[in-house]
């Protein structure tokens, strides 16, 4: 069984992992003609890599910001998980089987940690 101390360095690493891979790096990368054609090389529309980062660097600070509220948490691990499921298959169906396709579920695995220490940090009431 896990300890409190335990579960605060296993939230709190994943969090930030999660805030710095999917928050951060994304504002900061998302004009870059790499980026861009990363977006397009899925097949999805310039716009849609716009507001992707957008949703990506909101999520990222719900979940890294303490006083957010539980609810609003909950939407933004939702959020991640999707996002990288969906990623998972976008690639799968573009590229095949290759890195690229599991990469993304690298990170579901981080952000799945992030949730249950966040759980076990926050239990119901």
């Known amino acids: 069984m896990a300890t409190t101390k335990t579960n605060k360095i296993i ?6 992992i999660i805030f710095l891979m999917e928050g951060v790096l994304p ?14 090389h899925l097949g999805y529309p310039d716009y849609f890599g716009n507001a992707l980062v957008v949703f990506k660097v909101l999520g990222a600070l719900a979940l890294i910001i303490p006083q ?39 990170f579901l ?5 992030s949730y249950f220490a966040y759980h076990k940090l926050n239990p119901p009431q």
């Open 68 to 106: 957010v509220s539980k609810r609003i948490k909950e939407w933004a691990y939702a959020g991640f998980a999707f996002d990288f499921i969906f990623a998972s298959i976008s690639h799968f169906a573009v590229d095949g089987m290759d890195f690229q396709s599991f990469f993304p579920l690298i």
């Open 27 to 40: 504002a900061l990368t998302s004009q870059t003609e790499l980026a861009k054609e990363g977006i397009r």
């Open 109 to 113: 695995g981080i952000l799945m940690a």
């Open 11 to 16: 939230f709190w690493t994943t969090t930030v």
